[in-house]
């Protein structure tokens, strides 16, 4: 089953992949009417895409925007990983409250770091509400994780700051909203290739989506960085 994580790609990114995955149909079977009418669609987003991009900076996020991220990614390590730290603790009361606390980070998923923006932003929030419970409250403070807890809060709230700066209503959303068009034409081509595989009634559909899985792979974790 194909599937695109759009949220990692800037519009350029996309714009790229999409001119991969059009060429890689066409190639294969331009002769199938629903699959070129699917890539036509696409040909004609990329086509608007590129003028946003010549006349503008694509929808990458700021160096700022980066660098806050990495902040927080860093203050939520430190975290899990003191608390962690403690599940080895001699001291009797230390090593009860990590076990109590430590779950709490596999609920909201131990690894939220790799997450896209918006996702780790949301399950990060979580967290911290989760942490607000009395126990957690008290077991923070026995581990000594009290002041990295504040320093992951702080580094959110700074993150989200400048994530909302990017995004406000007043800029200019162009890119935005090339994007949302172009991930609308690839989701139709992906449907269709994904339906003709599963049907198996197309001369070596298993083949294409095989290639197109692998491409759609290696430009997604281009995109992570």
């Known amino acids: 089953m194909l599937n695109i994580s759009y949220s990692y790609f800037s519009l350029k990114a996309m714009h790229d992949l999409a001119g991969q995955l059009v060429q890689m149909v066409k190639t294969a079977h331009g002769d199938d009417g629903m699959l070129l009418a699917a890539t036509e669609r696409i040909d004609k987003q990329m086509k608007l895409a590129q003028q946003v991009i010549n006349n503008s ?42 076990e109590r606390l430590f779950p709490v980070f596999g609920r909201n998923d131990a690894q939220l770091h790799v997450l896209p923006y918006d996702e780790e932003t949301m399950a ?82 298993s083949e294409t989506t095989d290639q197109i899985k692998k491409v759609i792979d290696g430009a997604t974790a281009e995109a992570k960085g």
Do not use: W
């Open 57 to 98: 900076e694509s929808m990458d996020l700021t160096a700022a925007l980066a660098e806050a991220d990495q902040a927080r990614d860093d203050g939520f390590m430190a975290l899990r990983d003191t608390i962690a730290a403690c599940l080895r603790r001699l001291n009797p009361e230390v090593r009860r409250a990590a």
């Open 124 to 205: 990060m929030d979580n967290l911290f509400s989760d942490l607000q419970i009395p126990q957690f409250e008290k077991d923070v403070a026995l581990v000594g994780a009290g002041p990295a807890l504040q320093e992951l809060k702080d580094a959110q709230a700074h993150f989200v700051h400048l994530y909302e700066a990017n995004i406000k209503p007043d800029e200019d959303r162009s890119d935005l909203e090339a994007k949302g068009e172009l991930k609308g034409a690839l989701e139709v081509l992906i449907s269709v290739l994904n339906t003709l595989a599963a049907l198996n009634r197309l001369e070596g559909i």
